[in-house]
């Protein structure tokens, strides 16, 4: 069973810096995509950062500059610094794998993180 968890979250002030992980487990052959998305209260589901297992990468408009994607492809573990942070940056952070393939099976699956906390006060 694939399982992904975030860790790093917390509270910062504004202009600080946060690191987020995300570790994937279980018995994992391939992913296509790895992504950062967030949601603040009252608003929707959004796109942070995402890279591809070339090594592409792609950014939200409100975060570009200032947050960094990155992985680690042999631990299943991808990352997101977080530079300059803002209070609008506040809401729960998800890591996203799109495409995932595992040993057992030959079927690409998505799958969502529990979530993280990040709060950026002023």
């Known amino acids: 069973q694939v399982q992904l968890v975030e860790s790093g979250g917390g509270s910062v002030q504004a202009g600080g810096s946060l690191r987020l992980s995300c570790a994937a487990s279980?018995?994992?052959?391939?992913?296509?995509?790895m992504g950062w998305y967030r949601q603040a209260p009252g608003l929707t589901r959004e796109l942070v950062a995402v890279i591809t297992g070339l090594g592409a990468t792609n950014y939200g408009d409100a975060v570009k500059g200032r947050f960094t994607i990155s992985r680690d492809a042999a631990k299943n573990t991808w990352y997101l610094q977080m530079n300059s942070l803002r209070p609008e940056d506040t809401a729960v952070y998800y890591c996203?794998?799109?495409?995932?393939?595992?040993?057992?099976?030959?079927?690409?699956?998505?799958?969502w993180g529990q979530g993280t906390q990040v709060t950026v006060s002023s």
């Open positions: 996203n794998a799109v495409g995932l393939r595992t040993w057992d099976s030959g079927a690409y699956t998505d799958h």
């Open positions: 279980g018995r994992i052959f391939s992913i296509n995509a």
